[in-house]
């Protein structure tokens, strides 16, 4: 079925119960994948995830570099292997899918440049694909780094800093993007026994060793966002997500907070969370998603879905992720009955325009969130999610989960 060009998703009764299962956070288990790499030994690491960016980094990580690396469409694998690959001092190309060779690096490349690597753009400057050449320490450890792009240059930066001769002392230049990111990794760097310190725009990282501890990482936060659209949208809902816990790392650990407006109550158990439905209360006027920037699609999606209109700041990310998801949200969101307008200056709004389509299609760009926010719709009224087998980047079963809970999950014909 994930091969299908296309599936039709519906649910008959609207009434949702039972257990799901969520797959391992993605961006925990690179973090540890790459920690494992550089500390030099092998322990275990429990719950890795089987979304596509987990597994291809696990591959990458445990079989000798050949002369070419695809980074596929991972970003955390693109940025945290360039950081890798340099302190390592390994020659090789890393480069990635069409998208990824738009999304941009060079904030990460001129870090390492600074550092000793030698690495040239064999596209576009500032762009992959990359020749890795080597690495030379400059003898410099302090860098200023632009912080309002992506965070995932500094997670690779901070991950390589007790390795390098002098460890690392980072400036943050500007707002810091996806802060919650970077506070995952040092962590989880914390946890393996580096410490660092984070102080306004300064991060500090001496000189140190990873040690060796076995891992066992967290369900997947941003993945639990489509379930708390679902108990949103449905007539009656009473979903358990197991292993979510409350003192999590992840930033998308905010869904409890952010989705009790639209009518979701968050229990925690030692065993996980459990989701029922209330009724919707008056949503907030404006939802900031700098720090969440993976939960936009899904706000978005279930305001359409709910006939309600939310302001939406913090979006600034969302253009250069697997697709321009501010142009692929404009453009799905009409199909079911809204538009997102920006009013302001980095400011979106998720108006109600005119009628949903009868049993829209949803076109997914080729990104695993436009496939996820859009099927929960299919409460409310049939729908069609091109191209399914985007799921495999993050949760690749998805499609079989939202069939465990009575969505019924056809093959386009
Ligand atoms: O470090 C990470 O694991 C991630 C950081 C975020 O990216 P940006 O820092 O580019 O916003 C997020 O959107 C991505 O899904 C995972
Ligand atoms: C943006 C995402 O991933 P990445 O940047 O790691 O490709 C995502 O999973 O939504």
């Known amino acids: 079925m994930i091969s299908a060009a296309a599936v039709h998703v519906k649910h008959p009764t609207g009434a949702l119960h039972g257990e799901v299962t969520l797959p391992a956070s993605k961006s925990e288990a690179n973090r540890a994948l790459i920690i494992r790499a550089l500390s030099g030994k092998d322990y275990p690491i429990h719950n890795l995830s ?7 980094l696990n591959r990458l990580l445990s079989t000798p570099a050949g ?4 980074a596929e469409d991972a970003g955390t694998v693109m940025r945290f292997l360039t950081a890798y690959y340099a302190a390592t001092g390994q020659k090789l190309v890393l480069t990635g899918t069409p998208r990824m060779c738009q999304r941009p690096i060079g904030v990460l490349v001129d870090a390492l440049r600074q550092l000793g690597a030698q690495i040239e753009y064999l596209g576009q400057e500032g762009y992959p694909p990359l020749q890795m050449n080597g690495f030379e320490f400059s003898g410099s450890n ?3 780094v632009r912080s309002d792009i992506s965070s995932q240059y500094i997670s690779a930066l901070l991950m390589i800093g007790p390795l390098l001769p002098q460890g690392l002392e980072l400036t943050l230049d500007g707002k810091i993007s996806s802060e919650p990111y970077i506070r995952m990794t040092l962590a989880q760097m914390a946890f393996f026994g580096v410490q660092a310190t984070f102080e306004g725009q300064q991060i500090s990282v001496p000189r140190q060793e990873y040690v060796p501890k ?3 990482v967290e369900s997947d936060w941003s993945a639990a966002s489509y379930w708390y659209s679902i108990t949103a949208l449905a007539q009656e809902a009473d979903l358990f997500l197991p292993a979510l816990r409350q003192d999590s790392l992840q930033g998308d650990s905010v869904l409890p907070q952010l989705m009790a407006p639209f009518g979701v109550k968050t229990e925690f158990t030692p065993a996980g969370v459990r989701l029922t439905k209330q009724p919707v209360q008056e949503p907030l006027d404006r939802i900031d998603f700098y720090a969440c920037p993976d939960l936009a699609q ?8 709910l006939g309600v209109e939310v302001e939406m700041t913090g979006l600034e990310s969302l253009r250069i992720k697997e697709t321009d998801r501010i142009a692929a949200l404009q453009f799905e969101l009409v199909k079911v009955g809204a538009e997102l307008r920006e009013i302001a200056p980095d400011v979106f709004k998720v108006f109600l325009a005119k009628k949903p389509e009868d049993s829209p299609t949803i076109h997914t760009y080729e990104d695993h969130r436009m496939a996820m926010a859009f099927a929960p719709l299919a409460i409310k009224q049939p729908l069609v999610i091109e191209e399914p087998k985007v799921v495999r980047k993050s949760y690749p079963r998805y499609w079989d989960e939202l069939q465990k809970a009575g969505f019924e999950v056809a093959a386009r014909k």
């Open 298 to 305: 899904t706000v978005a999606a279930l305001a359409a879905g």
């Open 142 to 144: 302090q860098l200023t």
């Open 67 to 70: 002369a070419e690396v695809s």
């Open 214 to 216: 076995e891992y066992t």
């Open 50 to 56: 089987d979304a596509n960016d987990t597994q291809l």
